[in-house]
């Protein structure tokens, strides 16, 4: 009989998602629910630490047990817990390290602790095994999410008997904002637009339907690191835009009252929007997104790298995968998504990377801490 593959529950609370997992093999997702708190955060337009700590108390106990119980097994079956020590908000954080070190210690199995940008990594080849398909390293990864836009070089770290890589992978720090992240900055814009939080996914559905060539923004100057980012520039573009076209602002104050009726739906925002605003937000996109690609692709090149990872909540972008592909295409180079729900902040994908780590002999003490700026590399 084969063995069986090991059982690892996940566990996620860095930012404003309590997020659980069940996941076989480190491939196999067998559950991943996940409780967010936009609802909680939206009102003030971004994620408040101190709710987010609370409504990961309230929500820690019945999403874990709802994975389990989806996964069709008993908390008993698991062979470990991974939980996401850092980097993250601190508080919110200690919730999940604190939960993990616990029902890891209850159930007498081992803790693994997880870096929540390799989980973002794993998600990759999560989706890819799902998909059938196979990711060649060394490969570059874009992380790009409301916290974080980083770009790293990730190798593998030796191979298993079939030829395919054992899932531990080494990191090396190409790049990363010196500012805004991405998805800070899909945020932030949205906010000053009247168009709800979090901004990206309506920017993402009001950008389809504006011209993204009417208003040119300036790639940003930068000195040093030629991989780094910047969107706070950006960000002030747009700003000193509305302040320079009045005409915007009736439809921002539309917006606004509509907001506060709950009506925020990308279908109701945008009927509120004209053709100038949706432009605007075209534009603004198209910066935004043209930025990524050129310099993650720029570096993959650099690096010989063989694929292109692209993870984390602004990966779910429609026109940053288009973008990814073609320019990928054109210049040969294998581009990897996880799928939209694998994105955003998830367990499998902690639960996939802890894994590997299990699965290489690590295992974590009770004195696992959480850490907020915990390094990836
Ligand atoms: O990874 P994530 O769920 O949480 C962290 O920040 O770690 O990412 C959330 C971010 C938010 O800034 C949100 O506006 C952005 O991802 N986002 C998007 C889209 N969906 C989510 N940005 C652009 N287009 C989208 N479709
Ligand atoms: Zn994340």
């Known amino acids: 009989m084969a063995e069986r593959e090991p059982l690892i529950l996940g566990i996620e609370s860095s930012c404003d998602e309590t997020a659980a997992a069940v996941v076989a093999g480190g491939r196999r997702i067998l559950s991943s629910v996940v409780a967010s708190q936009v609802a909680v955060h939206r009102k003030y337009g971004g994620v408040v630490p101190e709710l987010a700590s609370r409504e990961h108390l309230r929500q820690i106990v019945p999403v874990v047990r709802e994975a389990v119980e989806q996964a069709g097994i008993k908390l008993a079956e698991i062979d470990a817990v991974a939980v996401t020590k850092g980097p993250g908000l601190i508080g919110a954080l200690l919730v999940g390290v604190t939960y993990g070190k616990v029902l ?84 932030k814009v949205a906010k000053m637009l009247a168009l709800g939080y979090p901004g990206g996914p309506v920017i993402d559905r009001l950008a389809a339907h504006g011209n993204p060539k009417a208003i040119r923004f300036a790639e940003p100057k930068m000195k040093g690191n030629a991989y780094d980012f910047s969107f706070s520039g950006i960000k002030t573009a747009v700003l000193y835009h509305l302040r320079r076209n009045p005409q915007l ?129």
């Open 104 to 187: 890891a210690m209850a159930l007498g199995k081992p803790l693994v602790g997880v870096n929540h940008l390799e989980g973002h990594v794993h998600a990759v080849f999560l989706e890819a095994h799902s998909g059938g398909r196979s990711v060649q390293l060394p490969a570059v990864c874009l992380i790009v999410s409301g916290g974080h836009t980083m770009l790293y070089q990730v190798k593998s770290e030796g191979e298993n008997g079939d030829g395919r890589h054992s899932g531990r992978f080494s990191y090396e720090r190409i790049g990363s904002t010196r500012d805004d992240a991405a998805g800070e900055a899909y945020d």
């Open 249 to 377: 602002s009736p439809g921002i104050e539309a917006r606004t009252q509509a907001l506060s009726r709950g009506e925020n739906g990308a279908d109701e925002l945008r009927a509120l929007s004209n053709q100038e605003t949706l432009d605007l937000v075209a534009s603004f996109q198209r910066a935004v997104v043209d930025n990524l690609v050129s310099r993650t692709l720029a570096s993959a090149e650099q690096n010989a790298a063989r694929s292109v990872l692209v993870s984390g909540g602004v990966a779910a972008n429609s026109e940053l995968r288009r973008a990814f592909e073609a320019e990928s295409a054109r210049r040969g180079i294998e581009v990897f998504f996880p799928s939209r729900p694998l994105s955003t902040d998830n367990a499998a994908m902690i639960a996939a990377a802890g894994y590997a780590r299990f699965a290489s002999g690590e295992r974590a003490t009770t004195s696992l801490n959480a850490e907020a700026n915990l390094p990836l590399a």
